[in-house]
């Protein structure tokens, strides 16, 4: 068993270089935000990345059976409701709600 200082110092060099890795863009590129570069990733970056998870999720999916059916309705359901609140967490939880229940029956 390890002793409770060893883990403390763990967790606390871990909390440490987490922390680094989220702060330190912003500190070092704080004098170029307005950046066009900068400005065209921040605003295309996040879209692209949500299409190359959905093409990653659908990858394997024979589309001439209807096996992948439930996955692709709750991907609606997700869009729908991502279009109607215009709130990424309740389209979120949604769609991974509504998966995870299909997955609990059986269905998926």
Do not use: W
């Not at 002793?3 to 989220?22: H, P």
């Not at 704080?30 to 998870?53: N, R, S």
């Not at 959905?54 to 096996?67: I, P, R």
């Amino acid at each position: 068993m390890e002793s409770a200082g060893y883990l403390f110092t763990v967790i606390a060099v871990m909390t440490a270089a987490t922390f680094l890795t989220r702060v330190l863009p912003f500190v070092l590129l704080y004098k170029v935000a307005d950046h066009h570069i900068l400005v065209f990733l921040g605003k295309y970056l996040p879209p692209v990345m949500m299409v190359l998870l959905v093409v990653y999720t659908f990858k394997n999916e024979d589309l001439a059976s209807t096996g992948f059916l439930p996955e692709l309705g709750c991907l609606a359901l997700t869009a729908a409701l991502h279009l109607l609140f215009k709130h990424p967490l309740v389209s979120i939880l949604g769609g991974t709600g509504a998966y995870m229940a299909l997955v609990q029956m059986g269905v998926s």
